[in-house]
């Protein structure tokens, strides 16, 4: 490859000069091809430890001057016909140009810019302008593909010089990061080490610092534990590794929401040395962070950040932090953490202005809003490039609509207009139908608690309604004091105001401002009505599970015993199943969403189910309630680290297993009084999942003894089910609602009433040092956990739910299950064009969701398959798979495969021979290898012509119709696998196949069948003794079948009167009878074998695959040749001869409607008359004990799981890559 021009000093050390001109000089890395010895490892370890890049390129080109002492790399090569192909074109087109120059200066100018130009028309195509990864990075990505056989699908990352430590001794090299894999390299003084890990394998990534290891990173997988070190910048290394392997994880998670994220942002300005997926993956993990911190949506990119000052009227102080901009948003987040936080959405904009700089106020940057409210940020770095960047994204900003500011709530809210109630009040007698448009529901503009509360006087209910209007004096007073609506100033005020509990009046508002869901339902209006207007009358799963749980989602409550309440339910829920497919429905879903209702109308109430679905709570409500699982190992981890004590008593228990799923997916509604649980909910939208982990760890501490005192998990539940019961709100002000859980456990002695104040009060104080970066922190580590356990769970349901007659043992099912599993996740990142990557289902069973298309299986049945036939074997493979395929979908699961896979390696002689004889018979056997299969399409149909393929599928009973049906009727409940286990032992009762339903084998499939067995003994230490016995084995079954076609010849002659149209002559076009082309040669001199090749290989439509498999074994096959020279008096072995090596030319039939029950039915075949039966076949073979003890023999599996591991990452196109990399 060309290089862009660099300075070497010291142009021979560690060089060998192998050509030379006076402009430029061809070299070789010591110890590189000849030689070697000490020199070569010498030179060998300094390259790994030294310069990543040196390995690369063993050859280089410099350009020299006579009188100059500096040298310039031009070109290097990984073989020497690559950098020979470059030498050549310097001495043919630079040579004499050169001579003309007179100044050195000029020469070196000149060739520099020659260069420069052919490295810019190379990559002109490649890749777009301004995305150039530095020479350095792609010399090591280079180096990464070629060491590791990875393709160049696969992108390096980054690179680092690392140690890893084996054993007890740290070997020095350098570590290489991709998109997939962990790959590490070293090479000193002779001994190599060379390590991959693929990112969806590790089960355990952290940063930590023992005794025996520095400060080091460990990795592990299900196998190994790996420990690197002696990193530059471990910190910066680690954050990397953590980013890649949540990749894996959310591949593992979604495949379908991975291929959509794989699109990384694009960076703006690229930086010297780090490459383009760095940069990106850093940009992906600012984002989420900016994100995450602010609750913006999903799709908000973040530009950039700068320090700055903020001006708080409030407090009259300059508040330091940090400004962030975005495509739609100014945001500014304190140092400190409660100080000041601040929202502003460029579309409340109006006016972004430089007022003028002083010695106080250095740089300030005043910016006004729609709600009259004025920031005004100071001491900025580069104050007018972002005036200029925000006026940029005002202008692309699209312009207000009137009436959706953000305190257009407030008056329905908090003071609702007398005019605005009436509406729904009447329509109280009328319930609204499930397929109403909801403009015109009755929850369209207000919370169903207003409606079915009623407007009660605050005076009427005492010292309680003095308390709740006291609440809503105080927030009025911060409205006045920060600001109202997106805009408000969020300090610590704020939070203690949200901890003292949100007036009822107020709650609705603010859950919409604090989870951020205001800022999508304003710049989505309508979006909610047209989700409604698409979903009614649509039906699904996700809709019947809906339905189900309508009436348990808060019955207690007056809200939702009536129509109105569920109708408003049913349409919310089901907009989301509709706007979010991946998700659908999951329960508990229902119980959080009746209580948004409440206190929201319908479209508020789904933009909060839309920010705690997909952004607060995130993964929690798929079909594996992933996000719920990964928390609850969270708090198990915070138990251990709070509460040690407690810790080992709840994990023998297993209580912490059954009730933080409870109190996680519906954030205690489920198990508090409800006037209670909304307080919590109230600070979960402010505070996020820290405040449900603090009130969890603070039950625990306050049940502490109880808890230590108990013998079961049952007992165990009854003690915190009872003081959850008692946990009360004595400053609510709506009627009590009788809780149910509350009837279940209510006992002769009732404990304390617990106030929730308190409760949260106490859960502050103790646990209040929880942040939500470590969370995050704890989200990665046990995320790694929970999917790889879930991986491990469903490769346990599948190995049990293969039948026992398979074969292989439970181990040796796990570890095919993981070589099939590894093989379709290339697909989906090597492969994006494959099927397999695109039809992944999660929600599929799990025996059906990986599949893998045809090419995919040809590389493992090349790997696994016991019988190696050479250049054929991508055939047979072919024919394998058509033959698993049974639904005609182009995938085989893993259930069919490990079935293929058992035919060939267990059962006896007889099992094996059967799929051997059916792999040529159709449908392995294609229409497009045989002539013959298109001549027979035209007489019959294609359901008279599979009479055969009909009994198959009766007898799999894995018809395309059970195959739809498994589809549509598939769900996630345990009952779907015991349906799935019965149809499989139903399976396997019928499954009683005999050698009499197999039928007939004509001349062109009997031909295929010896060329794959001439293939499959190639490579025998008995090669030549298994020659020999199916050259007799083939001439005696010729033989039968020319007896059977005479006999048949007689018969039909007899019966020439009753079926006249049964002996019609032959189509015209095909040669003459193969029968006696392969039988005349056989019964005469072997030397005729050439003759009838040529007459084979004149069928036209000849199968390019076998043209290309065969031709060049026909001819040249040396042992062929030896045992034709020593056997030409034998009469059996130049029979074997005719056969093996004219078959190779010959035309495969592809439809076994030629022999239907026997009987000739076609007048296109070759020979119609000419059969052979399996029993024939099997009769034949067993006079042979070579053959015998060859199909008999036991192969082990393991060993070539073994070696597939070893080549698993590798993809088709990488052994291509190979050796373009060594022929240049």
């Not at 082309?1077 to 056989?1082: D, G, H, L, T």
Request: glycine share 6%.
């Amino acid at each position: 490859m060309w290089l862009a021009p660099e300075e070497v000093l010291v142009a021979n050390a560690l060089w060998v000069t192998e050509r030379a001109n006076p402009f430029f000089v061809l070299q070789r890395r010591r110890g590189h091809g000849q030689g070697g010895g000490l020199t070569g490892l010498l030179v060998g370890t300094l390259d790994v430890v030294l310069d990543s890049s040196a390995r690369v390129a063993p050859y280089r080109i410099l350009h020299q001057t006579q009188d100059s002492q500096i040298y310039w790399t031009v070109a290097s090569g990984s073989s020497r016909k690559e950098i020979t192909k470059h030498w050549e074109w310097l001495e043919n087109n630079l040579l004499q140009t050169l001579s003309i120059f007179d100044s050195e200066e000029d020469i070196t100018t000149f060739v520099k810019g020659k260069i420069h130009g052919i490295i810019a028309e190379e990559n002109k195509n490649l890749q777009p302008q301004g995305d150039e990864d530095p020479g350095k990075f792609k010399e090591a990505e280079l180096k990464m593909r070629k060491q590791f056989g990875m393709p160049e699908g696969e992108k390096l990352v980054n690179y680092y010089s690392c140690s890893f430590w084996k054993g007890r001794v740290p070997r020095q090299g350098w570590l290489y990061l991709s998109v997939n894999h962990l790959c590490f390299y070293s090479f000193l003084l002779g001994k190599e080490v060379s390590l991959v890990v693929q990112w969806v394998d590790v089960t355990r990534l952290e940063k930590n610092a023992t005794l025996l290891f520095p400060e080091s990173i460990r990795v592990d997988t299900r196998d190994q534990e790996l420990f690197f070190s002696m990193f530059l910048n471990i910190g910066e290394t680690f954050k990397l590794m953590e980013q890649l392997a949540n990749l894996a994880m959310r591949q593992l998670l979604d495949s379908e929401r991975f291929l959509e994220d794989r699109a990384l942002p694009r960076p703006a300005r690229p930086l010297r040395n780090i490459s383009a997926l760095k940069r990106d993956l850093d940009a992906r993990a600012k984002n989420e962070s900016y994100r995450a911190t602010f609750r913006l949506p999903g799709d908000e990119r973040l530009d950039g950040h700068t320090s700055c000052t903020l001006w708080t009227p409030f407090n009259k102080l300059h508040i330091p932090g940090q400004m962030f901009i975005s495509t739609n948003y100014i945001c500014f987040a304190s140092k400190e953490e409660d100080a000041c936080h601040l929202i502003i959405p460029l579309r409340e904009v109006t006016i972004v202005e430089k007022a003028d700089s002083c010695s106080v106020l250095p740089s300030p940057l005043s910016i006004s809003t729609r709600s009259k409210m004025t920031f005004l940020f100071a001491n900025l770095k580069d104050r007018d490039f972002l005036v200029q960047r925000i006026s940029d994204f005002l202008q692309k900003t699209p312009s207000k609509q009137p009436g959706s500011s953000g305190s257009g709530r407030n008056s329905s809210i908090g003071d609702p207009a007398p005019e605005a109630l009436p509406a729904p009040q009447e329509a109280l007698g009328q319930p609204a139908s499930p397929t109403s448009h909801p403009q015109g529901a009755p929850t369209a503009s207000q919370g169903l608690l207003k409606l079915f509360q009623g407007n009660t006087p605050m005076e009427d209910l005492g010292a309680k309604g003095a308390k709740e209007k006291m609440k809503e004096e105080l927030w009025h007073i911060h409205f006045f004091e920060y600001g109202r609506g997106v805009c408000m100033y969020r300090t610590a005020r704020t939070r203690a105001l949200v901890l003292k509990g949100i007036p009822e009046s107020l709650r609705g508002e603010l859950w919409l401002l604090f989870s951020g869901a205001w800022n999508e339902m304003v710049t989505h209006p309508g979006y909610y009505a047209e989700l409604v207007e698409k979903s009614t009358g649509k039906y699904s799963l996700a809709t019947d599970e809906i339905e189900r749980d309508l009436h348990r989602s808060m019955p207690e409550h007056p809200a939702f015993q009536n129509e109105l309440g569920i109708a408003a339910l049913r349409r919310v829920l089901t907009a989301y199943a509709f706007r979010n497919p991946t998700i659908g429905y999951c329960q508990a879903m229902n119980i959080v969403t009746s209580v948004l209702l409440l206190y929201g109308s319908e479209e508020e109430a789904f933009w909060l189910l839309v920010a705690l679905c997909e952004r607060m709570l995130p993964d929690y409500y798929n079909n594996r309630v992933v996000g719920a699982l990964v928390d609850q190992g969270i708090f198990e981890e915070l138990t251990r680290d709070f509460l040690p004590q407690l810790s080992e008593k709840m994990q023998d228990l297993g209580v912490i297993a059954s009730i933080s799923l409870s109190w996680f997916l519906t954030l205690f509604l489920s198990v508090m009084p409800f006037e209670s649980a909304v307080v919590i909910v109230d600070c979960f939208f402010y505070e996020g999942i820290k405040v449900v982990l603090q009130v969890a760890l603070a039950i625990l501490d306050t049940n502490m003894e109880q808890l230590l005192s108990c013998s079961d998990e049952g007992e165990a539940m009854t003690v915190l089910g009872r003081y959850l019961d008692n946990v009360v709100n004595k400053q609510s002000v709506s009627p009590p609602i009788p809780h149910l859980h509350a009837l279940l456990t209510s006992g002769d002695d009732p404990p304390a009433e617990v106030d929730i104040f308190d409760l949260l009060k106490v859960s502050y104080e103790k646990f209040s040092s929880l942040r939500a970066y470590d969370i995050e922190q704890m989200r990665f580590k046990q995320r790694l956990k929970v999917i790889q356990s879930l991986e491990d769970t469903a490769k346990r349901s599948v190995v049990r739910a293969i039948p026992g007659d398979i074969g292989f043992s439970i181990e040796e099912l796990e570890d095919l299950y993981m070589v099939f599993k590894a093989k379709h996740l290339t697909s989906q990142y090597w492969g994006s064009g494959r099927p397999g990557a695109v039809r992944r289902d999660p929600s599929l069973p799990y025996l059906e969701q990986y599949r893998i298309d045809a090419s995919q299986f040809q590389e493992l049945f090349a790997r696994l398959a016991p019988w190696a036939c050479g250049a054929h074997t991508p055939v047979l493979a072919g024919r394998m798979f058509r033959l698993l395929d049974r639904n005609k979908d182009s995938l085989i699961t893993f259930k069919e495969f490990v079935t293929g896979m058992s035919g060939m390696y267990h059962g006896d002689l007889t099992e094996k021979l059967k799929v051997l004889y059916k792999l040529h018979l159709p449908p392995a056997l294609s229409s497009e290898e045989a002539e013959s299969a298109l001549e027979a399409t035209h007489y019959f149909t294609e359901d008279s012509s599979s009479e055969e393929a009909l009994r198959q599928e009766e007898r799999e009973g894995a018809g395309n119709e059970n195959i739809q049906e498994k589809r549509e009727e598939k769900g996630n409940s345990p009952p779907e696998c015991r349906h799935y286990l019965q149809m499989w032992a139903k399976e396997k009762e019928v499954q009683k196949e005999t050698i009499k339903d197999l039928p007939k084998m004509n001349q062109e499939q009997f031909i295929e069948l010896c060329k794959t067995l001439y293939n499959m003994f190639s490579e025998d230490p008995k090669e030549q003794d298994l020659y020999h016995a199916i050259a007799t084995v083939a001439s005696l079954l010729l033989r039968i079948g020319e007896v059977g076609k005479r006999f048949l010849g007689q018969l039909g002659r007899k019966l020439r009167d009753t079926a006249p149209g049964e002996d019609e002559p032959p189509a015209p076009g095909p040669p003459q009878d193969p029968a006696q082309e392969i039988q005349s040669p056989a019964m005469g001199d072997p030397q005729a074998r050439a003759g009838g090749d040529t007459q084979l290989g004149n069928v036209p439509q000849e199968s390019q695959v076998v043209g290309e498999g065969g031709s060049g074994e026909g001819q040249g096959s040396p042992s062929q040749r030896l045992s034709d020279d020593e056997t030409k008096d034998d009469m059996s072995m130049s029979s074997y001869s005719v056969v093996s090596t004219g078959s190779l030319q010959c035309e495969d039939l592809a439809d076994d409607t030629v022999l239907v029950g026997g009987e000739a039915r076609s007048g296109g075949t070759v020979d119609a008359d000419w059969s052979i039966s399996f029993e024939q076949i099997l009769a034949s073979i067993l006079t042979e004990s070579v053959l015998v003890n060859f199909f008999e023999e036991r192969v082990d599996i393991g060993l070539k799981i073994k070696d597939q591991r070893k080549v698993e990452r590798q993809f088709s196109t990488s052994s291509d890559y190979e050796q373009s990399g060594v022929s240049g």
